[in-house]
Structure formats: C-alpha cells, structure tokens
C-alpha cells in the first residue's frame, strides 16, 4: 500500500476526524484573527478543506452552484487562513483569517450585520 498524494487528497487522519451532513459537507465559520470578529459561514467538503490547508486560501464548496471557489479570486476579498480548528463534535470548523477588505458579498465587513429584535426576557 502506497503514501496517499498529499497533493490530491485530504491527509486521512484529518479526514477521519470530520462528521459531514449527507451532502458530505461540514460547516466552517470564519473569524478574523485578531479581533475575533465572526465574518461568515460557509460549506467545506474534504477537497476544499485540502485546498484551503495546503494553499493558505479559504476555499469553500459552493452549494448552489456546485463548484469549489477560492474567496476573494473575483472580488479582491481575500481570506488568508492563519488556522483551522475543529469544534469537538467534529462537525464544524472555525477558519481563522486575515479578511482583506468586506466578507460579506453585500459589501459589509461581516455578513452577520442585521441585528433581529432583542429576545423576549434576555438582559439588556
């Protein structure tokens, strides 16, 4: 049996960690480094998690357009990937980035900018 192609697959230790939906997709959450600053969501697949791993570029699948796309590479908005965790179900990741420019593709620095009504009997 042969070395897996680090250049073509994800590392099996780090694939056998992950729990994916039916899609065989896991969640990644993106935060800006230093500030903590939550930015967006996105869907990760094994490939686009290799490819964010192995380039340094946050590169997620695209569910409606079932195509990978490497963030910023026809907007300028690019996420250089400082870390990669795993959240302890294995379902989720947390990217932690350099964001150049907006994250959000309306322009706004995050995509979580529309605050909803204060929740019924949560301190003020």
């Not at 590392?11 to 729990?19: I, K, N, Q, S, T």
């Not at 969640?27 to 380039?55: C, I, K, S, Y």
């Amino acid at each position: 049996m042969s070395a897996p192609d680090t250049d073509t697959e994800l590392d099996p230790a780090v694939a056998a960690l992950l729990r994916r939906d039916p899609a065989g997709l896991v969640a990644a959450v993106v935060q800006q480094h230093d500030t903590g600053e939550v930015l967006m969501v996105a869907w990760m697949d094994d490939e686009a998690l290799r490819r964010t791993l192995t380039t340094g570029r946050a590169t997620y699948w695209s569910r409606s357009r079932e195509e990978y796309w490497v963030k910023g590479e026809s907007s300028g908005h690019r996420q250089w990937v400082r870390d990669v965790r795993l959240d302890c179900d294995g379902d989720a990741l947390l990217l932690r980035v350099d964001q150049e420019g907006p994250a959000c593709h309306t322009g706004e620095r995050s995509c979580f900018h529309r605050p909803l009504p204060a929740v019924a009997g949560a301190p003020a």
